[in-house]
């Protein structure tokens, strides 16, 4: 069964730094697909990005970026230049192969930015 | 406007009662599912469907039925309801292809308080 893991309960910054949130996963599948996804304090979960197992490069949009360490099967979310705006809680999550459309959720990772 | 229209925004029951939480996407996906938040379990995958098919069933109880009477609706029965089922409902939508690594969009919930 695949299971996602978040450790970091909270985390607080001060904006204009950069921050990381970890998350690791497990998976017997040889292909799969990660993912990060935001909650906002009115409740509204958007997706941010993704990353395909099978791609070596790191993947990036925006502010965000992801770094995708394979052997330790561990995909952690990078924040830079934080805003206050980027407090909310941040869930990573993965699907497998295509016989199955369910996506798993880590518990997130409640981020405050500070001024 | 919202793409995922889920109703009721909240919704307060009786212990033993029957509720049905509504979902109608307008992104013109072929797949959707139902989430579930507490404080317990963070975003808990309960069911996937694909073209009105289901695919996934992560729930134990048969008190949870989803019904999908269109291919853009999917509701969510909910009978003999219990104190333990307060949470927020999440419904999802994606659009399906081979790759299966389409991103989920998300309704903004119904918030279930049971007495």
């Known amino acids: 069964a695949q299971k996602v893991t978040q450790t970091q309960t909270s985390i607080s910054v001060v904006e204009k730094t950069t921050v990381t949130m970890d998350c690791v996963y497990e998976?017997?599948?040889?292909?799969?697909?990660l993912f990060w996804y935001k909650q906002t304090a009115s409740g509204e979960i958007v997706f941010l990005i993704r990353?395909?197992?099978?791609?070596?490069e790191n993947a990036t949009v925006g502010h965000y970026s992801l770094n995708f360490q394979k052997p330790k099967s561990s995909i952690g979310l990078i924040i830079t230049a934080t805003q206050i705006e980027d407090s909310a809680v941040y869930f990573c999550?993965?699907?497998?192969?295509?016989?199955?459309?369910?996506?798993?959720f880590g518990t997130g990772t409640r981020l405050q930015v500070l001024p | 406007d919202p793409k995922i229209i889920q109703k009721p925004k909240y919704l307060v029951a009786v212990t033993g009662s029957e509720k049905i939480l509504i979902c109608e996407q307008y992104?013109?996906?072929?797949?959707m599912y139902w989430y579930r938040q507490s404080a317990k379990k963070p975003l808990e995958f309960m069911f996937s469907?694909?073209?009105?098919?289901?695919?996934d069933n992560q729930t134990a109880s048969s008190r949870f039925q989803p019904q999908s009477s269109k291919k853009n609706h999917l509701d969510l029965q909910i009978t003999a309801l219990k104190p333990d089922d307060s949470a927020t409902y999440f419904c999802?939508?994606?659009?399906?292809?081979?790759?299966?690594?389409?991103?989920?969009?998300f309704g903004h919930g119904t918030k279930l308080s049971v007495l």
């Open positions: 992104l013109g996906h072929n797949a």
């Open positions: 998976t017997r599948d040889s292909s799969y697909f």
């Open positions: 990353q395909d197992s099978y791609k070596k």
């Open positions: 469907y694909s073209y009105q098919k289901l695919m």
């Open positions: 999802a939508s994606s659009q399906e292809t081979v790759i299966s690594n389409e991103r989920l969009f």
């Open positions: 999550a993965m699907r497998g192969p295509s016989n199955t459309n369910k996506v798993v």
